[in-house]
């Protein structure tokens, strides 16, 4: 079958892409970066190079294919997130309208129940109810837990300050997914198109509460390792000094506002399914080990 992917080489389409390539599928990636071409090439797949943001872009790269996925692409820097997702999405639904396509699987993620109170999240519940408009079209949607890669991110801490945390407690249990175990759900999707209607499917590897992430950093590097609660302005500056607007990091300190007073994981709660194979624990050990041979 053609497929075309979203994402360009992320941490989920990259490894879709090799997944499906390796199934034999004929596989589109579309990517804003001229640079990631050759690379997408040597992988056996057609390099798209455009912008979600144009929609007859898009519409060309979408034609011809038996199924597509999406994904909304990093806006750190945004100062309108729900403004700017609501437009790619749109464009989303445009394209494959025009394009005749009966098969989508998008990422979502896990909050995305509800329309507002879950920060960057809730606009995922606007990504869907805009796909979903699309009256002839099969729609999954993954709604993924907090990615096992966002961890990267926190190894200077753990590693020079003995240190994690985030602006919730450490006794909450959170839904964690491997960015790999997302790529082989979505692949299986693909590969077969039996699913029809409308529909989410909560996608986690693992569960553990901030405590018991920390607990396992400790063992990992021989030295106790506490999760540390920062106030939402911590995080927010912290965020900010990587590279997010204030506004994304606002939005940002929201989810986890949303995870500490029960809001983020309700519905996960109702339609819980740890469906994903890698556990957090083994990939920790990888991530430390890279970066100790690195």
Excluded: C
Excluded at 25 to 54: C, E, F, L, P
Excluded at 160 to 175: K, S
Excluded at 193 to 221: C, V
Excluded at 230 to 255: K, T, W
Aim: proline share 3%; glycine share 10%.
């Amino acid at each position: 079958m053609k497929i075309t992917i979203t994402g360009s080489l992320g941490n989920v389409s990259k490894q879709l892409a090799v997944n499906l390539i390796n199934k034999g599928h004929q596989v589109t990636i579309i990517s804003q970066d001229a640079n990631k071409a050759v690379q997408i090439a040597a992988m056996g797949a057609v390099a798209a190079i455009g912008s979600v943001k144009d929609t007859a872009f898009l519409t060309t790269a979408f034609k011809g294919a038996d199924a597509v996925y999406t994904m909304i692409p990093p806006l750190a820097a945004s100062e309108d997130y729900y403004g700017d997702v609501a437009v790619i999405a749109a464009n989303y639904r445009q394209a494959l309208a025009d394009a005749g396509i009966k098969h989508v699987v998008n990422l979502s993620g896990i909050g995305a129940h509800v329309p507002a109170g879950n920060g960057l999240s809730s606009a995922f519940h606007q990504v869907e109810q805009i796909l979903n408009q699309l009256p002839d079209t099969h729609i999954v949607h993954l709604r993924a837990g907090m990615f096992y890669t966002n961890f990267y991110g926190n190894l200077e801490m753990i590693l020079q300050q003995q240190i994690i945390g985030n602006n919730f407690p450490g006794d909450i249990r959170l839904g964690l997914v491997h960015p790999h175990d997302i790529a082989d759900a979505a692949t299986s999707l693909l590969s077969g198109l039996t699913f029809t209607g409308k529909s989410f499917r909560n996608m986690t590897s693992d569960e553990k509460t901030g405590n018991e992430i920390a607990a396992i950093f400790g063992r990992l590097t021989s030295q106790p390792v506490q999760w540390v609660p920062f106030p939402d302005e911590a995080l927010q500056q912290g965020a900010m000094q990587n590279g997010f607007s204030a506004h994304m990091a606002s939005l940002l300190a929201q989810v986890g506002v949303s995870i500490r007073e029960g809001r983020l994981y309700a519905d996960y709660e109702k339609n819980k399914v740890v469906a994903g194979q890698r556990k957090f624990e083994d990939f920790a050990g990888q991530m430390l080990k890279a970066v100790v041979q690195g």
